[in-house]
């Protein structure tokens, strides 16, 4: 074994080295080092700001719904690690993986019967629009490989997610020229905006008809938007698009890679709306933190679509595909989750960042303040002083991560009334630390 690096060796060697996500190099602000995570609390591997120990206030970015060091996922783990870690998937095939896509196909809305599983959520993107794009050229409709999307996305950052994420203020304008152009509707109004829900339907439903033509598939986030902008709207929304998806010939994306597996309140937002895409993108949650696993379901018909095709194969096949230590993870975090009572968890949490939060509406600085199953989201009327917002949160003992005017939290199904109410008390710090003057 190594020494063991001290604090100060970790951070000089991260320093001159190691790139961060969407950072600098060398990174203009000094990461936490966390020596160990167990339970909702990560353990730093000295004080900062008086805190050793934080809660997580962010599930690693909507993935670790159970927590950290969990023992039933540790188990899963240990357990395949005795058998095997990794066989490729190219001619050989094993339990985990096959049990994971039994699975998801029973457990995801009625309809999607195949799975193609990849190494992560942008991937998994990656290999949504291909399977449509490989359908129209299959079905003799190569001119429709457009995708059309609403602004306020967020879907990956890879090539094709990237093209389909918001096209300002996101984090992808850089690539504008070099990026396929797709056609953008309007942002979806916020779902408290009932006023809104009629003019914005027939928005969709006319671009919709407009460029059927050249269109291949619509994508967006069901219900909630992540990283483009946290925000929310009408399920209506979802059910106008896949009527008109329909009725013109277009197939329908659901990205429920944030979304899926119980934050918002079901076990996948589509539900909300009560309807089925053609294809679905599933990511974060789906090993419950554990490992980077992501999938692709789709329906027969793009399935059978693709294998009527000159090319009947989807000529996708990552190294890592079907990975056995990531399945059986993924199985067990599953079989975790839905061996409980997780929908009044996320309530019970729902409830507390409500509470938490309400104090916090009609406060100068704060713009909109908007709860949803376990994800809490402050929305300032300038943008967040990252680092200030950042410090605030971690003298209070939460680990948050603020990004562009927002503050937001979806912690792990598992934090306590009083981590939850602890949460809401950094939220609130970090508001008040982005306040200009
Ligand atoms: C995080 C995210 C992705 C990208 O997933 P990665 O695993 O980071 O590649 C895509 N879509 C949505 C909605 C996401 O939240």
Redesign the pocket.
Known sequence: MPEPLTPGDLLALDRQHVWHPYGPMPGRQEPLVVESASGVRLRLAEPVHGSVELIDGMSS??SAVHGYNHPVLNEAVQAQLGRMSHVMFGGLTHEPAVRLAARLVEITPEGLEHVFLCD??????EVAVKMCLQYWTSLGRPEKRRLMTWRG??????WQ?MAVCDPKGGMHELWSGVLPQQLFADAPPHDHDTDAVPAYSAHLRELIARHAHELAAVIV?PVV???GGMRFHDPEYLRVLRAACDEHGVLLIL?????GFGRTGRLFAAEHAGITPDVL?L??ALTGGYL?M?ATLCTPRVADGISRGAVPVLAHGPTFMGNPLAAAVANASIDLLLSQDWQTEVKRIEAGLRDGLAELVGQPGVRDVRVLGALGVVQLDHPVDMEAATRAAVAAGVWLRPFRDLIYTMPPYVTGDDDVARICAAVRAAAAAGQPG
């Open positions: 970015w909507w992560s959520g942008s991937v998994s993107v996305g967020y879907h990956g950052d890879t997610p986030e938007q992540g990283a990205d429920e890679i944030a979304t993108c990511g974060k980077s992501a």
